[in-house]
Structure formats: C-alpha cells, structure tokens
C-alpha cells in the first residue's frame, strides 16, 4: 500500500495534490510519502521483531540523507557500498554500529575511513581485499570486524544485471573456497571475524531463492562453527521484489516466515538484511510534464524528465506506471520519451498511455528506488529536485540543481 491516491479527480501525495508541488518546484521533481516509507520500512523490521535483528537499508536504492534520517529514527541501520554512502548514512544520523559495508572495489582511503567510523561490519568479497583491509586496520592500530561475502551460486530468476549470487556474478566468495579464507581470516592479527553474508540480486519475486541460498549460509556457519569459528551475524542481504506492473511479490511477513524458521538452527547469530527497494520503491514517484506531443510513425509525447532523471527504462528495460495527475481514463498508444539525444532515452514503449496535450502532468510512479540515486548530469541537465511529503505538507529535501552546479569544479587551463 503506498499513499498515492486520487481525491477529487487530482493525484495526490498524501494529503497534497501533485500539481501544487509542481507549480512550487517546478518539474520535474522527485516525490516521497513520509507515510509510505515509514510505512515500509516497519512492515519489514516488524515482520522481524521477534527475533534478534537490525534492518539495514541498502543507501543505493535511495540515499537522500532526510530519508535516511527517517530511518534512523525508525531504528534502522544502513548497507553501505562506497565511501560516499558512509558519509551520507553518518551524515544523517545513522549510528555506525548499525552500517555494514558491502561491495567488491573497496580503495584503501574507503577502508581507512570506515574502520575510523567504527562501522559493524565489512561484508569483504576476495582474499585480496581481506588482506588489504588486514594492512589498514594494522596502520590505523584497530580490528577490523569481518564478514565474508559469499556466493552460494543460486538463481534469483531476476534480470540479468541485478543477478549477484550465481556462480559468474563477480559478487562474494565461492563458499566452496570460503572455509579456507575463513582460516586464514583467523590468523589475522587486525581481523575479527563476525559473521557471514550474502546477497543474491535483486527485484526477487518468489521466496525460493532465498530459502535455497540461506540454507547453504546455513550450513556453512554450522560447518563454521564446528572448526571453531564463532559468528554473530548473518546478512542475508536486500533484494526482496516489488509490484511495477503484474509481479505478485511475497510480502515482508511471507519472506519473513519462510526465512524465520530457518534461522532457528543458528539462533545464536544476529539477523541483518539490507532492504531497499521493497521500502523505497513504491514510496516515490517522478513528476514530469508534457513539452510536446507528436505524431509520426507513431505516437510520441515528449516529457521533461529522462534517462538522466530516471535511468530504469533504458537500462533494465523496467516498467514503470506512468498515470495523468488529472484524473482520466482515456488512453492511446504511444511512446513516452525524454528530451536527451538517444532513442534509448524513453520512460515508456508502446505503452497504452494517458491521453495528454502540451503542459500535463505526469506521474511516473514506483521511482523511489534507483530512481534519483542513479541520476546523472546527462546531456548537461541539472538533477531534479526531491520533495518529501508529509500529510499535507511537503519539504525540499533537495534543492533542483542550478546551471552553475553543472560546472561545479571545472577549470579552464590558463594558457
Ligand atoms: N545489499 C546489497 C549488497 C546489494 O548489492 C543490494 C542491491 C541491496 C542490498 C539492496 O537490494 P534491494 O533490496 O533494493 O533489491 N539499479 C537496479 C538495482 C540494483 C541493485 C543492486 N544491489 C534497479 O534499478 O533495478
């Protein structure tokens, strides 16, 4: 359930029209419900309540520091996947005993920065990283706490770009090789071993492969253990799916359920999951307006967000609800596209899309995940602004990027 709903033949954002923050802001914007996410965000933890764990939003899927902030306050952690992630999580509040920190390309100056926070956990992804972070916690003269990430080779059925837990994913430790780097983990002086994580993709839609790949993180602790390695934590990472279009993904109680009694014959370990888009998505939509329409070998309306503002489209081939902030039902074939120079840049294909004319709005819904987080500068266009409401208020919670933000940092050699 998210709070986007018509009252009065207008699209609304909790208690707001849309078309009252655009005439504000301007278009195109970004807009989250404060409600939804909080919403979101305990249906998860909630699911988990009666168990020993701390729900880490995935900072990727929507990293604006008000939304992470909400979170913390919400008692969230955070999943960290570069330095600037850390820096935003701190920067919003989040305490440092509740981010862990994945990713395959750590650099030495990201390490440094994360053992100096005190962060939970480095989920580490190959021998060379370990010994690495091994050199740095030794130069900083502190422990670093340890999880290995591993890959237990299972198909998430998603798209193959956000597959991460098959054996050809770059993603993890093989769990056949991961006993051995556990042991020499061990011996490492700057080095505690905490837990075990993973991570299989993302946008999953059935419980399967999760249950398959926790029961082989399952008996790979067991096997852990029984060499006398202790752990604490197992992260099971993020990738629970939601609904863009007809997908019927389990929802946070079902997947929950299905892992709960699972996790019972390691009792002792701490639960960590990474969510992001399963609370993020649904909670946000991108606004847009028409510039033009056209006819030509087909129908084309032309709007003023793109691939730049929402890459989701041209990258995944994703589907995203595209509604009329003007309540109507009639609809025509038809392409939605960006202003950006590539015929890669559409928001919709052939889609049976609201009938509109020059100046409508548009709601381009479920874009609260990988929508503003993957934004670029594409084509020189300034990023869009995020609005956030709340009940039938709504704040700023980052500014539309100006011309001279383009430039920010360019230099022109003197001579
Ligand atoms: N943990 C790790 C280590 C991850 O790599 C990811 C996502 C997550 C957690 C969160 O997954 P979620 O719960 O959001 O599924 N840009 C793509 C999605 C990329 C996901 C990358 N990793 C998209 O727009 O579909």
Redesign the pocket.
Same mark, same amino acid.
Do not use: C, W
């Given at each position: 359930m998210n709070h986007f709903n018509y009252k009065n033949g207008l699209l609304h954002c909790e208690d707001i029209p849309l078309s009252a923050i655009a005439e504000a802001v301007g278009t195109p914007f970004y807009v989250y419900s404060k409600a939804t996410l909080s919403r979101h965000f305990k249906a998860v933890d909630e699911a988990f309540s009666d168990i020993k764990h701390i729900t880490c939003f995935?900072v990727? /899927?929507c990293s604006n520091i008000a939304i992470l902030n909400l979170f913390s306050s919400l008692g969230g952690g955070a999943?960290i996947?570069s330095g600037g992630e850390l820096f935003r999580a701190l920067r919003a509040g989040i305490e440092p005993q509740k981010i862990v920190y994945?990713?395959v390309g750590k650099t030495v100056e990201e390490l440094r920065y994360a053992l100096n926070s005190q962060i939970l956990m480095f989920?580490v992804e190959s021998i060379q990283e370990l010994q690495t972070l091994q050199e740095t916690a030794a130069a900083l003269k502190r422990t670093a706490p340890v999880a290995l990430?591993v890959n237990p080779d299972v198909d998430p059925k998603t798209?193959a770009?956000?597959s991460?837990g098959l054996a050809k994913n770059k993603?993890g430790i093989p769990v056949k090789e991961a006993a051995e780097i556990y042991l020499k983990a061990r011996e490492m002086s700057n080095i505690e071993i905490v837990g075990v994580s993973c991570?299989i993709? /993302?946008?999953?839609t059935t419980v399967a492969p999760f249950v398959e790949s926790l029961t082989k993180i399952i008996d790979f602790i067991k096997g852990l253990t029984a060499a006398g390695i202790n752990i604490r934590y197992l992260d099971m990472?993020?990738?629970?799916?939601i609904k863009y279009d007809d997908e019927t993904p389990p929802a946070p109680g079902e997947y929950a359920a299905a892992v709960k009694e699972m996790l019972r014959e390691v009792a002792d370990c701490t639960l960590i999951i990474?969510?992001?888009?399963?609370i993020a998505?649904n909670a946000g939509a991108l606004i847009t307006k028409v510039l033009y329409t056209k006819e030509g070998n087909r129908k084309f309306i032309i709007v003023d967000a793109g691939m730049n503002d929402l890459?989701?489209p041209s990258?995944?081939d994703?589907y995203h609800e595209i509604l009329p902030v003007i309540e109507s039902q009639e609809r025509e074939e038809a392409d939605i596209v960006g202003p950006i120079c590539e015929s890669g840049d559409f928001l919709a294909r052939g889609r049976l899309a609201p009938l509109t004319e020059r100046h409508d709005l548009l709601a381009v819904m479920s874009a609260g995940?990988?929508g503003f987080s993957?934004a670029s500068n594409y084509n020189s266009r300034p990023r869009a602004a995020e609005v956030m409401v709340h009940q039938s208020e709504f704040y700023v919670i980052r500014k539309r990027e100006t011309l001279a933000d383009l430039i920010h940092g360019e230099a022109i050699p003197e001579k």
């Open positions: 995935a990727k /899927s999943d996947v994945s990713g989920n990430r798209h770009y956000i991460t993603f991570h993709g /993302s946008q999953l990472g993020g990738g629970l799916g990474e969510p992001g888009r399963v998505g890459a989701r990258l995944y994703a995940a990988y993957m």
